[in-house]
């Protein structure tokens, strides 16, 4: 990050000083505040504004009744979400995990929301907890200065400098503190992938009790999300590998278009939908940092790591990681404390981030190897393999050893089916999906 040149400057000093004013940095912003330690909030754009990611985790639920704001979410007219259903290209397969039928007692909802308005809900109360904001202010530089971050800011032309003791960096995918101090990443086994998206005005959509499910949908060599976000209005995205799906010349709305040509639902679902703006694209996002803290900073949600999409986790895991990294630097700001301490909090939050998205990450690997699929797609009552699998679905990345050894036996059943067929297999190769031929 270069400097500016300063047109005006100032100095102030915090606490702890939050770079990012999404979910992750206003959860931390809040329970701060709520244990009466300074802290700042630094978000570059000016909310509300547009983000993708808007399918929410019941186990989220606590998280936003921990920091108060719950009622707030809860009357905010958002579509209430009570599964999801895991299908193929035609539905000639179709799975849906009830939340309220999963292991865990009291998981039996969430929301699915427009990030731009949860988002702001977020942040505003963060700030009426008394949690400082500014907005449209971009981090410039970041340097230590012995037990002190300085953190040089820019704002409509002004330059300013910020000293705190601590940092949470929030900032997502731009990784600014992980940047500035040279963090390591880890090698993830993930080819790179990318998703082009949009929203669209009027899709026809599930009725009843289904209405307000997220629809995850298997291709041979993609996946498709469709998430009702309001009465009128659906996000639909693709995700394929980066180098594999779009022909030479190929705009993002044709290439979006063709993988839906291979769903007969979709297709007929999308009709005569409209899309409400320019066709987006994520790509290259799967990664994650060696250590998630260190010198007096620890990284949240997606400036930690970010692996994959395809279970709604992100949203979860930044609520998570907010709340913790909150509670553990108020801990050791408002406690007697060492340097033993100190380095002591910084694994101790990284190993509790990381088993957390390891859970979920023996998931994904399975959503997206073919015969883990097949068995996924395949659920049976056996020893309440289905619950153990919900509870994770549902967020629930603390499992008891209950769920832990079923998880594990999933996972056994998985590496038996590449060797004989236990359950129905499905053939990838075939235009729509659907079951193998006999």
Not at 42 to 63: A, M, Q, T
Not at 90 to 111: E, Q
Not at 144 to 150: D, P, V
Not at 392 to 418: E, H, N, Y
């Amino acid at each position: 990050m270069s400097s500016l040149p300063a047109l005006a400057s100032s100095t102030a000093q915090h606490k702890v000083v939050i770079i990012g004013g999404g979910p992750a940095g206003s959860v931390a912003a809040s329970r701060l505040a709520q244990r009466g330690i300074d802290a700042l909030v630094v978000e570059r754009e000016k909310f509300p504004r547009f983000h993708i990611g808007e399918s929410l985790l019941p186990n989220g639920n606590s998280i936003l009744k921990k920091i108060g704001v719950w009622e707030k979410i809860a009357t905010a007219g958002f579509i209430e979400k009570r599964g999801a259903q895991f299908t193929l290209a035609d539905r000639s397969r179709t799975v849906r995990n009830v939340f309220a039928k999963g292991w865990i007692p009291g998981l039996d909802m969430a929301y699915q929301v427009e990030r731009a308005r949860f988002d702001e809900i977020l942040l505003r109360h963060a700030q009426q907890l008394g949690a400082q904001v500014q907005e449209e202010t971009r981090v410039v530089s970041v340097s230590r200065n012995g037990e002190q971050w300085h953190i040089e800011t820019e704002h409509e032309g002004n330059t300013s400098t910020l000293t705190a003791d601590w940092v949470i960096d929030a900032s997502g995918r731009h990784c600014v503190m992980g940047r500035a101090m040279k963090l390591e990443k880890s090698s993830l086994p993930y080819p790179g992938r990318m998703a082009v998206f949009n929203h669209f005005e009027n899709m026809t959509r599930d009725q009843g009790d289904t209405a307000g499910d997220i629809i995850v949908m298997r291709l041979s060599d993609a996946w498709f999300w469709v998430i009702p976000i309001s009465p009128t209005t659906t996000s639909v995205g693709v995700v394929l590998q980066k180098h594999s799906g779009r022909q030479a010349g190929e705009s993002w709305e044709s290439l979006f278009w063709r993988k839906v040509s291979e769903s007969p639902f979709l297709s007929q679902a999308l009709a005569t939908a409209t899309a409400a703006g320019d066709y987006r694209i994520e790509s290259d996002y799967s990664f994650s940092h060696n250590e998630f803290g260190r010198d007096r900073c620890l990284l949240a949600g997606d400036a930690a790591s970010f692996i994959d999409p395809v279970f709604s986790s992100g949203v979860y895991l930044a609520l998570e990681s907010g709340l913790l990294a909150a509670d553990k630097i108020a801990d050791l700001i408002t406690k007697p404390s060492s340097a033993l301490a100190e380095a002591r909090l910084y694994v101790s939050y990284t190993n509790a981030m990381k088993s957390r998205i390891g859970y979920m990450r023996q998931l994904i690997d399975a959503y997206y190897d073919n015969e883990a699929c097949e068995v996924f797609m395949s659920p049976r009552p056996t020893l309440r393999l289905p619950q153990a699998i919900n509870s994770i679905l549902a967020g629930k990345l603390t499992p008891s050893f209950a769920v832990r050894w079923r998880l594990w036996l999933f996972k056994q059943i998985c590496a038996l089916q590449k060797r004989r067929e236990l359950v129905p297999k499905i053939n990838w190769q075939a235009p729509s999906g659907g079951m193998m031929d006999k």
